[in-house]
């Protein structure tokens, strides 16, 4: 080897060893950065996980589009945005697609809104959203759809929807 392709070579592994260190860290910085946001967040609520919710928790945020991965809860008492009324599980298997999680997610929750809201969804002010396994998350094992009342004109709710017949 010359000694021109020796530099060549060391040059190309330190540019690769630093490229490395400095992918690795982003997720550092996003965590560091993640943490310093929440912590000057004043927003009401606690951030959690989406794979903890459970039906009857609020949501201070309206529910977001795209992939989530976490949401502010806050005591229904207080105003809100959104509410967890129903959940159902999709059958285990091979990954259905988005499309078919959806459209069970859609008729689930369709079903579901009467019975909580005390109201067919059709004569309702309210609306109904979702939360459903993604391909990555099917590989985890997540199987749940979580059904969210929410108010089309994102006006905060007071209190649990539950019966509201609205």
Not at 60 to 73: H, I, M, R, S, Y
């Amino acid at each position: 080897m010359t000694t021109e392709n020796f530099w060549r070579r060391t040059l190309a592994i330190a540019t690769v060893a630093a490229a490395a260190v400095a992918l690795s860290g982003c997720s550092i910085i996003s965590e560091v950065t993640n943490g310093i946001s929440d912590a000057v967040d004043d927003s009401p609520g606690t951030t959690q996980d989406i794979f903890s919710l459970e039906v009857g928790d609020c949501e201070a945020a309206a529910p977001e589009e795209g992939e989530v991965e976490d949401t502010k809860t806050i005591d229904c008492a207080e105003p809100h945005q959104g509410e967890i009324y129903a959940a159902s599980m999709v059958p285990d298997g091979d990954f259905p697609g988005d499309a078919a999680i959806g459209e069970q997610a859609e008729a689930d929750c369709y079903t579901a809104f009467e019975s909580f809201v005390g109201i067919s969804w059709d004569d309702s002010i309210y609306n109904f959203s979702w939360y459903f396994p993604t391909e990555s998350s099917w590989a985890d094992g997540d199987r749940e759809i979580l059904c969210i009342v929410y108010h089309d004109g994102g006006e905060s709710i007071t209190g649990s929807l539950a019966g509201a017949a609205l």
